[in-house]
């Protein structure tokens, strides 16, 4: 026992946020879970990054969520940005991540991964009788070899970028056939977006609807991205896919910088500042999930100053629209295995 907290003391010592994955976790119940998640939340660009973790955090302890997941684009491996980690271990349960393009901007993948203290950069758990599943999509993709993300490499053409690579998609199929839970997937790019996406999300929906098919049942219940910045949902072949927004803002970019709206003092250590259309209040969702039924419960706020399209930004294709608010939403689960839906 001795040598046991020891070790442990140890491993917080160099690693300060570890997080023991699996501890205090009932694998067996098959009942309710409620999760808070959060995105793209960016302590490097939002001044308020923290009050907004902190009102996350506030009410996934108010409401005893078993859970808590960030989506990514979350905080670097740096002093500058400690505060988020800080912030986030405020919570009460349990609490994971997934990894987003921007968490290597400075680093690597590894140094990410260390510091937040994930066990590796996709993995799986189980709890309440529910199987989680987080998926790393940041990986380049070019000459025939896929590449981790670090130090900002992914500042490519948006082919060669977002992919899932082979061997974790062996790991998904082998994961998804050793559970007999129904499942919920995670990822920081979209498994759906035509704009935004992973680039062979196709590969992962015929993973996922196969493992339905096999189940003979709804074994796949739902997957969560961030990432786009946008509200949105949608059902495909029995699987439901919801975009999560950011916690905090739309990226607008050089041509569209509002320079009068924010307090120029900021602007010195918050470069972009100018360049967001930022939300009035922190958008976050928390989803309770049954052996019935899926109900997520988001925020609604409004834009901080004007709206990216009045600030001239022209209207996005469906799916990919800008709002500062994450839906509420209810769906069914069904019990028996839903036919593909013909192209």
Request: with cysteine.
């Amino acid at each position: 026992m001795r040598k046991t907290k020891s070790i442990l003391i140890y491993l917080f010592t160099i690693f300060p946020f570890l997080i023991i994955y699996g501890q205090n976790i009932n694998d067996d119940q098959a009942g309710e879970i409620t999760m808070g998640i959060i995105s793209d939340v960016h302590a490097d660009i939002l001044p308020d990054a923290k009050e907004r973790m902190d009102v996350f955090i506030a009410q996934a302890n108010d409401i005893d969520a078993d859970l808590i997941i960030q989506l990514g684009d979350f905080c670097r491996p740096n002093e500058n940005e400690k505060f988020m980690m800080e912030s986030w271990m405020n919570f009460h349960g349990n609490r994971y991540h997934v990894l987003g393009n921007h968490d290597m901007d400075f680093n690597t993948k590894k140094e990410t991964i260390e510091y937040w203290g994930m066990p590796a950069p996709y993995y799986s758990f189980d709890q309440n009788g529910f199987h989680f599943i987080v998926l790393d999509a940041n990986y380049l993709y070019q000459d025939g070899k896929y590449i981790d993300y670090a130090h900002a490499n992914f500042y490519v053409e948006s082919e060669d970028r977002a992919y899932i690579n082979p061997e974790q998609m062996a790991w998904l199929k082998e994961d998804l056939q050793k559970t007999d839970k129904r499942c919920l997937l995670f990822s920081h790019q979209s498994l759906i977006n035509v704009l935004w996406g992973i680039n062979n999300r196709v590969e992962i929906q015929e993973i996922l609807e196969q493992a339905n098919e096999e189940a003979g049942f709804q074994k796949v219940i739902a997957c969560f991205n961030g990432h786009d910045h946008v509200d949105f949902h949608r059902e495909i072949n029995g699987i439901h896919y919801f975009e999560i927004n950011s916690a905090g803002y739309q990226w607008m970019g050089e041509g569209y910088a509002d320079e009068n709206c924010y307090d120029s003092t900021l602007a010195s250590s918050y470069h972009h500042l100018d360049k967001v259309a930022i939300y009035k209040d922190p958008l976050f969702a928390f989803v309770t999930i049954t052996q019935e039924q899926l109900i997520l419960k988001g925020v609604a706020s409004e834009w901080y100053c004007e709206s990216p399209n009045d600030k001239g930004i022209p209207k996005k294709p469906y799916g990919c629209e800008y709002s500062p608010s994450i839906s509420n939403y209810s769906v069914q689960i069904q019990n028996n295995t839903t036919k593909k839906q013909k192209p």
